[in-house]
């Protein structure tokens, strides 16, 4: 599927008066064996595991300094990290194979293989809505956290509980539909549970969670509440990203709840306990977000080649949770200086033919944001955790 297959799809070609066509009935699929490697992309001891790719960064400071940031995965963490991907499958069919295509293998480098300095990284190939059938679910033929995508990630779980967990502290990683089906999970498998006592936290932005207003549990999650410390364990981290130049409109697809009573959760990566602070971000050298790429102004000026895959820009990008009619969510600033040496503008807008999807928000960059910050915070719960065992 062409990128620009993949916008329109997402964005201007979302017609949600004509529903697309129904499928023909098929034979009730077979439970997928995660005893099979290759149901995996990512796992300790995984040969040609997804989440090995090269991590070093290029930070670039206010006035265009260029260095040279290293990483490394720690093969001893004490804790796991299970991840569920976002919707990027551009297989034809409303559910995805299970052969792991560019695309999945894109979204793990994305979101997902910076974790590996914190946490021992599980992630479960699943038959996910794919981009083609999220059409028809945004025109209310369906649900991202009920059906054969959820059924898949559930039996990973268990799977993974069983035989790999072995009394381990987790955390739980998403995004969108990956986080629409982590919420379902805890609903269903954690919440309330003896497991919850082994989490550590659940990271799920670009899904929308209830609480009741001016309050932190009780709404999606009855003993769950949501995160406002790094240093507070058993909790949620949940936020959808938009620019402060472009507020959710009314027509906003995150963080609007139909419950009177209830608001969308917004936990800040940057400040958890509430306030500005300052984002994170690792963003795509290429410009490559979770399903599209676009072409990014030079990094510095005057241009100079930029040989790392990733790229991290301190200063240029705060964050605060804000609230308008339409929506609560977490408000990005992208603090240029048109007159500096580096760039003064991310990509990361969902749109097509010109005009920004508003709608979408920052959605193809929740994670990258923040990543910075989230990997800090998890190293840091992770710390609390096993002190108070």
């Not at 090995?52 to 995965?73: K, S």
Request: aromatic share 6%; proline share 8%.
């Amino acid at each position: 599927m062409s990128k620009t297959l993949i916008l329109a799809v997402l964005a201007a070609g979302l017609n949600f008066a004509q529903a697309a066509p129904q499928p023909a009935p098929q034979p009730s699929p077979q439970p997928n064996n995660y005893r099979d490697p290759r149901s995996w992309l990512c796992r300790p001891g995984l040969k040609n595991d997804a989440c090995d790719v090269d991590l070093t960064t290029t930070v670039i400071a206010a006035g265009g300094q260029l260095t040279r940031e290293t990483w490394t995965a720690d093969a001893n963490a004490p804790v796991d990290c299970f991840y569920v991907y976002p919707t990027v499958s551009t297989d034809p069919t409303p559910n995805s194979d299970m052969t792991p295509d560019a695309p999945e293998l894109n979204v793990i480098r994305q979101q997902f293989a910076r974790f590996g300095s914190v946490c021992r990284r599980y992630a479960p190939v699943y038959r996910q809505i794919t981009l083609v059938g999220l059409r028809r679910v945004l025109g209310g033929g369906g649900a991202l956290d009920h059906g054969l995508q959820y059924d898949d990630v559930r039996d990973a779980w268990r799977d993974y509980l069983e035989h790999d967990n072995d009394g381990r502290p987790f955390v739980l990683i998403g995004h969108s539909q990956g986080s629409f089906i982590l919420a379902e999970l805890i609903r269903q498998e954690i919440d309330g549970k003896p497991v919850q006592a082994r989490m550590v936290s659940a990271i799920i932005p670009g899904a929308t969670i209830a609480v009741p207003r001016g309050k932190d549990v009780g709404g999606a999650f009855q003993h769950v509440p949501v995160c406002r410390s790094a240093s507070q364990t058993g909790c949620v981290i949940a936020y959808s990203s938009f620019r402060s130049t472009i507020p959710p409109p009314a027509n906003t697809y995150f963080g609007k709840v139909a419950k009177p009573n209830m608001v969308a959760a917004c936990a800040n990566p940057a400040a958890l306990g509430g306030g500005v602070g300052d984002l994170h971000a690792y963003l795509d050298r290429d410009g490559r977000s979770i399903v599209s790429a676009e072409a990014p102004k030079p990094w510095v000026t005057p241009a100079q080649h930029i040989d790392t895959p990733w790229v991290s820009v301190p200063g240029m990008l705060t964050a605060q949770c804000a609230s308008n009619d339409n929506a609560t969510y977490l408000e990005v600033t992208v603090h240029a200086d048109p007159s500096g040496r580096r760039v003064n503008d991310i990509v990361g807008d969902l749109g097509a033919n010109g005009q920004v999807a508003a709608e979408w928000g920052l959605h193809l960059v929740d994670v990258n944001l923040a990543i910075g910050n989230l990997v800090d915070i998890v190293r840091q719960q992770s710390k609390t955790w096993l002190t108070r065992r």
